[in-house]
């Protein structure tokens, strides 16, 4: 009897698990496996045979300053949205915890930008960037500042695609503070108030240590999505100019799906694995000793 | 005394002066999407840059929902996030109901599985995808669209922190009168766990209504585009030179409208979706 309901059981638990089980197989686990099998060959995605390669195209990859390009421009993207975001999304939240009325206006309106559709919004932002007339160089030249050729200049590419990002994870991260801001018990900061300790005192020495996970976490999250953003790519730079906007994921598309370098796009890919995990792991690594977890 | 109050006046001032300046910033560029979707195209290309239309252009609109093309955009990307949307709530929530609810064999190497992919970038399953769906004649199809991205390692993990914090009496009770796990998880656990569906719901369709990439890569016809590939295409073809600058902005905000409204519709969801977190704990 025992024994037939675990059958069963095994039975009823695969039968529930399969329909979600079979998509992450078929379009998830499968290709990775395949990935890494791919990036060994020389495959060209047309022709029937291809030739085993080796390493040659992770070789022929990190000798490559393309790629060393990318790599670098993964890097100042990543740092350089996820730092601002962060800060911006903490000052925020700092200041909104101490407004005792309207916080949930304020709170949906720098959210927004959110849940926007990223082509819709870089359209925008192209539009606000426009050299000639646009509205974002008419505010600087009217508050004394020079312009810039925004999207369209090797020099400031980068920059207007960190911008718009910014713009659009800001509140994301705002929404994480100040959960984390409302969890500091209140107790803390009153007996530092009773000590004497200033408001930038009580800052720098409970509500910071006492959100590090959140920001360990918000850090861990931005690194991921920054790896994976394309759609702000696409629309203000594609890649461009002569590659100034071009990271490991951009790169990584241009080379499976335009130039049809199956093996050395899966090659690429695989690294941009690599890297997100060990961009993670060091973080972790860092969170160890400077993350401050409730006991 | 006297003096305390002022400046606890002048402080809360500055706050709300401050987060009133922040949300203009945020919202600036709707509200320039907005303007510039009624303005003449003169009036867009005017120097220096003019904040409001003369007269409202709302002829940008009309020339938006007459483009029959983009309304078949719109149609194709609403109801295939619909269609996702639905199905990856169906299968996550008896993947994660197994999990919890029912013994079986393999279970804990599956989950280990599972949470190993969760980190893998999309990008390095692309490829191989692209193949399969060609192979079974699915790319340039919403079937295969649809077919291939409905599941999701984050609503198993969401789902599955939530029907752990129901009680297995209520649940072992039902065992006991002879409920099967079909009746138990869509006549008990489902309705406990309506604000879960809602949450994943609403944060589900904004992914699929908002995706670009794969999309892009598998559908090929035009009359097959979501709307995100459809915009993109219209600003590529159209924008660069500026010739229609105030429909662009008019499809735009076409595009992002209904979004802003399950936004704030659904706020209450949205948020207690993202900050739970229960996608990262274990």
Same mark, same amino acid.
């Given at each position: ?10 039975l ?26 791919l ?29 060393? *390009?990318? /790599? ?6 990543? @740092?350089?949205? +996820?730092?601002p975001? $962060?800060i %911006?999304?903490?000052? &925020? ?12 206006f ?82 803390l ?11 930038? *005192?009580? /800052? ?6 006492? @959100?590090?996970? +959140?920001?360990?976490? $918000?850090? %861990?999250?931005?690194? &991921? ?23 490991v ?18 090659a690429?890919?695989l ?18 000793k ?6 | ?48 840059p ?78 191989p ?57 869509w ?96």
């Amino acid at each position: 009897m025992l024994h037939r309901t675990s059958v069963k059981e095994n039975l009823y638990g695969w039968m529930f698990v399969f329909p979600a089980l079979i998509v992450l197989v078929v379009f998830w686990i499968w290709p990775v496996a395949d990935s890494i099998y791919l990036s060994f060959t020389d495959w060209d995605m047309i022709a029937p045979t291809y030739k085993m390669v080796g390493l040659k195209n992770y070789v022929s990859l990190l000798g490559s300053n393309t790629f060393k *390009q990318a /790599l670098t421009n993964t890097f100042v993207f990543a @740092v350089g949205v +996820t730092v601002p975001t $962060l800060i %911006i999304g903490f000052l &925020i939240a700092v200041i909104m915890s101490h407004a005792s009325f309207g916080a949930n206006f304020y709170r949906t309106i720098m959210f927004a930008p959110y849940i926007t559709p990223m082509i819709a919004a870089s359209i925008v932002w192209s539009w606000i960037y426009e050299p000639r007339v646009g509205i974002l160089n008419f505010l600087l030249n009217s508050i004394g500042l020079p312009g810039s050729k925004w999207n369209q200049s090797m020099s400031s590419a980068m920059m207007s695609v960190v911008l718009v990002t910014i713009w659009k994870q800001a509140g994301y991260t705002m929404i994480f503070y100040l959960e984390g801001i409302r969890k500091v018990p209140s107790g803390l900061l009153e007996a530092a108030e009773i000590d004497g300790a200033s408001p930038l *005192q009580k /800052l720098f020495h409970i509500t910071i240590p006492m @959100v590090s996970p +959140t920001t360990f976490f $918000l850090v %861990i999250m931005s690194t &991921i999505a920054t790896m994976q953003a394309y759609d702000q790519i696409q629309v203000l730079t594609q890649g461009g100019p002569a590659g100034a906007t071009r990271t490991v994921l951009y790169y990584y598309y241009q080379e499976a799906f335009s130039k049809f370098n199956t093996g050395k796009a899966s090659a690429i890919a695989l690294l941009l694995v690599v890297i997100t995990v060990g961009l993670s792991l060091i973080e972790t690594a860092v969170s160890r000793k400077t993350v401050h977890y409730e006991r | 005394m006297k003096n305390v109050k002022i400046l606890r006046n002048a402080k809360l001032i500055m706050t709300h002066l401050f987060l009133v300046f922040c949300c203009v910033v945020f919202a600036f560029p709707f509200l320039w999407m907005i303007t510039n979707s009624l303005k003449t195209k003169d009036e867009i290309w005017a120097v220096p840059p003019q904040v409001l239309p003369a007269v409202p252009q709302w002829m940008n609109y009309s020339d938006v929902f007459k483009d029959s093309i983009f309304m078949r955009y719109m149609w194709n990307s609403m109801y295939t996030s619909i269609l996702i949307t639905a199905i990856t709530l169906v299968t996550s929530a008896m993947f994660a109901y197994a999990l919890t609810n029912i013994r079986f064999k393999g279970k804990n190497i599956l989950f280990a599985v599972i949470m190993v992919t969760y980190i893998v970038p999309t990008a390095a399953t692309n490829i191989p995808a692209y193949i399969i769906l060609s192979k079974v004649k699915l790319i340039d199809t919403h079937f295969g669209l649809i077919l291939s991205t409905c599941s999701s390692i984050f609503n198993i993990f969401y789902f599955r922190t939530m029907f752990m914090q129901i009680s297995k009496d209520i649940l072992g009770a039902a065992r006991v009168d002879g409920a099967g796990h079909g009746t138990i998880l869509w006549r008990i656990v489902a309705p406990m766990s309506t604000s879960s569906f809602m949450t994943l719901g609403i944060l589900g369709f904004i992914g699929c209504y908002n995706s670009y990439v794969w999309p892009s890569l598998i559908l090929r016809t035009k009359s097959k585009y979501v709307i995100s590939i459809g915009l993109q295409l219209f600003f590529s073809t159209d924008g660069a030179y500026g010739l229609k600058w105030g429909t662009i902005m008019a499809s735009c905000c076409v595009t992002i409208f209904p979004l802003l409204l399950l936004f704030f519709i659904g706020q209450k969801w949205i948020m207690n979706g993202i900050t739970s977190d229960s996608g990262v704990k274990a």
